[in-house]
């Protein structure tokens, strides 16, 4: 399957801990997107990456969310000093601009935060 | 904020045809109506979407009303695999403009 791949599926993590999340997009697709989910609730924009750049944050990715994608291919999401507001769903998407109209999603990390 | 309304939940009897609403007053001329779905404890997927002509593929049909100010995603024949939250959005297609997701409608087929 050469769908947008996440890892983990799953994390369960104390109060303060660090997070890290991984998303591997679609191959050849240059945007990558961050959103998270909670329950409920619609899918929030966090960020998003043309290639290696990362051109837009929401005023939701506090101070304490890091994005990168370094060669312009894989990406991570870091969170530091976890709190409980953290835990959601974490969701990473992919398009390719400008032929593609739509963005793939994949499966998502859901983040516990106990 | 999502510029759109929608029902926040809808009953469909299987294979009977599901008709979502969507309202969007506020649409510019640049901007397009997406639709996408999401079963549960799934990524959203993306359905279809059109500016101002319907629009019809292997999953649904689109129908846009002349003044674009609404539109109904239409399922032609629903199966309990439809059962999903479905997420009207209308974007600018120039690709700088992240999907912005509302609360959505879930729809329920039963059997």
């Known amino acids: 399957d050469t769908g947008v791949s996440q890892d983990p599926r799953h994390k369960i993590t104390k109060r303060g801990q660090n997070v890290t999340f991984r998303c591997d997009p679609i191959?050849?697709?240059?945007?990558l997107y961050w959103y998270r989910q909670t329950l409920g609730q619609g899918p929030e924009f966090l960020t998003y990456?043309?290639?290696?750049?990362?051109?837009?944050k929401s005023r939701l990715l506090s101070d304490r969310f890091s994005a990168e994608r370094p060669k312009g291919s894989f990406s991570t999401l870091e969170i530091q000093r976890t709190e409980q507001g953290d835990s959601a769903m974490y969701l990473c998407?992919?398009?390719?601009?400008?032929?593609?109209?739509?963005?793939?999603f994949g499966q998502g990390t859901r983040l516990t935060v106990v | 904020d999502a510029k759109t309304t929608q029902p926040p939940s809808m009953d469909c009897a299987e294979g009977r045809a599901a008709n979502l609403p969507c309202n969007h007053s506020?649409?510019?001329?640049?901007?397009?109506v997406y639709w996408y779905r999401q079963i549960h404890s799934q990524g959203p997927q993306y359905i279809i979407h059109?500016?101002?002509n319907n629009e019809t593929n292997e999953m649904a049909s689109l129908i846009i009303t002349e003044d674009r100010k609404s539109s109904t995603l239409i399922l032609p024949h629903a199966t309990l695999r439809d059962t999903a939250v479905y997420y009207c959005?209308?974007?600018?297609?120039?690709?700088?403009?992240?999907?912005?997701f509302g609360k959505g409608t879930r729809l329920s087929v039963i059997a």
């Open positions: 998407a992919s398009s390719r601009i400008p032929q593609g109209k739509e963005a793939f």
């Open positions: 191959s050849e697709h240059n945007r």
């Open positions: 990456f043309q290639n290696e750049a990362q051109l837009e």
């Open positions: 506020t649409i510019s001329g640049n901007e397009y």
């Open positions: 059109g500016l101002k």
């Open positions: 959005i209308v974007r600018v297609l120039d690709g700088n403009t992240p999907l912005v």
